[in-house]
């Protein structure tokens, strides 16, 4: 068996900015193989502690930890997709060529998965337009194309359809179940209640910072514990 990244441990994590903290003590260990969703609403700090367990931002306090203490496989096992894509000044198929690269890919093993990713992401009309006139549906398509080409075991995704409208919606949720299906671990924020009911297994809700609730989806939206979580059920808890 191939060795494993997973699960992620948050041991008291805090992260303070200007002197105020904004990520209280939170612990938690996110399971392998499953869909975890961080669910809150807006300002709960649920990019925060993404940008954290992606290693973007350094923990105050507490840590993060991946399984196996090799911090290579680690970097190399994790992607993330933002809510707004990055897209560089190339063209469709250069992006996702550029992440293969980078991944030290050698040139003839990586044109055959550039044009699978972007036959996935049903883009493969497009491939040699420049990356940037892409609408925001297609561009998210791309992101998440590129960020599956490079085979991570951990897919980070910060509001991957905050931007698009229902039918976008709709395909990059198709794409997100593919990857997963596919064996990616599914690590996302959202604050959309129904995107939350389509696709996690698993919910961390947060609230002000810190984490309220940790359990199944489906054992969440039958009966969270908090006040806070039934409030954001109901549409009455606004930040
Ligand atoms: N660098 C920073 N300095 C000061 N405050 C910050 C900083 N980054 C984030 N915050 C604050 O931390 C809180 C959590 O931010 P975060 O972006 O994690 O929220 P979120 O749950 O992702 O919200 P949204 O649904 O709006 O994306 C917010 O109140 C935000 O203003
Ligand atoms: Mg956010």
């Known amino acids: 068996m191939t060795a494993t990244i997973l699960p992620l441990v948050f ?65 190399e096992g994790q992607a993330m997709v933002f809510q707004r894509p990055v897209m560089l000044r190339r063209s469709v198929a ?40 892409l ?14 080409a490079v085979g991570p075991e951990v897919l980070f995704l910060d509001e991957p359809t905050a931007n698009l409208d229902p039918a976008a919606t709709r395909t990059v949720e198709e794409m997100i179940a593919a990857i997963h299906e596919a064996g990616a671990t ?12 389509r696709l996690a297994d698993e919910i961390l809700f947060l609230h002000r910072g810190r984490l309220m609730e940790h359990m199944a989806a489906a054992a969440f939206f039958a009966g969270p514990q908090s006040a806070e979580a039934k409030a954001f059920l109901t549409g009455d808890l606004l930040w």
């Not at 002197?19 to 809150?40: F, K, N, P, S």
């Not at 699978?116 to 883009?123: D, I």
């Open 11 to 75: 041991d008291g994590l805090c992260f303070d900015a200007r002197g105020e903290r904004l990520i209280h003590d939170l612990t938690a260990t996110l399971r392998g193989g499953v869909r975890t969703i961080l669910l809150g609403p807006n300002g709960a700090g649920k990019s925060l502690t993404l940008r954290l367990a992606h290693g973007l931002l350094r923990p105050s306090a507490g840590s993060v930890c991946w399984t196996g203490n090799r911090a290579q496989a680690a970097r």
């Open 94 to 133: 250069a992006n996702v060529d550029y992440a293969l690269a980078l991944r030290g890919l050698a040139r003839a093993a990586r044109r055959s998965l550039v044009d699978e990713a972007l036959a996935r992401a049903g883009l493969g009309d497009v491939a040699g337009r420049p990356a940037r006139v």
């Open 135 to 148: 609408s925001a549906g297609e561009q998210q398509r791309l992101a998440l194309a590129r960020a599956w």
């Open 186 to 197: 599914i690590i996302m924020t959202t604050h959309d209640l129904g995107q939350a009911h």
